[in-house]
């Protein structure tokens, strides 16, 4: 994470709470900062990839939207990821016991640190989550 952020340490210190699921079922991996996910590396060995990024299009800058604007954010999202001939799993992004909805996302297999930067920023993100080969997933602040 940079030294210096233009986000509130707060809404840092949620990020870092969110519990990041891939999958809508029973089988969902389920991703925490800094924490080695052993599903996710059997799952980027079977892919042949090294690499991901977790990925939302919903709530830009952390501001509720409407769900109509959320939809289609992620919508455009998917679109984008298809067209890139990038594998992306559905799922979404929440912290337990708060107020705030769970917001539906993208986990994008194979994605590299810098295009996955590039589409948080694209979808004015405050963050994305991005996991290397140790299959450990990192916070990436972007504002």
């Known amino acids: 994470m940079p030294e210096s952020t233009q986000i509130h340490p707060d809404k840092v210190r949620a990020y870092l709470a969110t519990a990041f699921r891939l999958g809508h079922t029973a089988q969902d991996i389920v ?3 800094g924490q080695r996910s052993e599903r996710l590396a059997a799952l980027f060995a ?3 990839v090294d690499c991901g990024a977790f990925i939302t299009a919903f709530n ?4 509720i939207q409407p769900d109509a604007a959320n939809a289609a954010g992620h919508a455009a999202l998917a679109g ?3 067209a890139q ?3 992306a799993i559905e799922g979404s992004g929440g912290e337990e016991g708060t ?3 769970s917001e539906k996302s993208w986990f994008a297999l194979g994605l590299p640190l810098a295009p996955a930067k590039a589409l948080g920023h694209r979808f004015d993100q405050d963050a994305i989550v991005w996991v290397g080969a140790d299959a450990v997933p990192q916070l990436i602040l972007l504002r």
């Not at 830009?60 to 501001?63: I, K, V």
């Open 31 to 33: 991703l925490t900062i």
């Open 60 to 63: 830009p800058r952390g501001t």
């Open 99 to 101: 107020d705030w909805p």
């Open 80 to 82: 984008l990821l298809h």
């Open 46 to 48: 079977a892919d042949g």
């Open 85 to 87: 001939g990038v594998r």
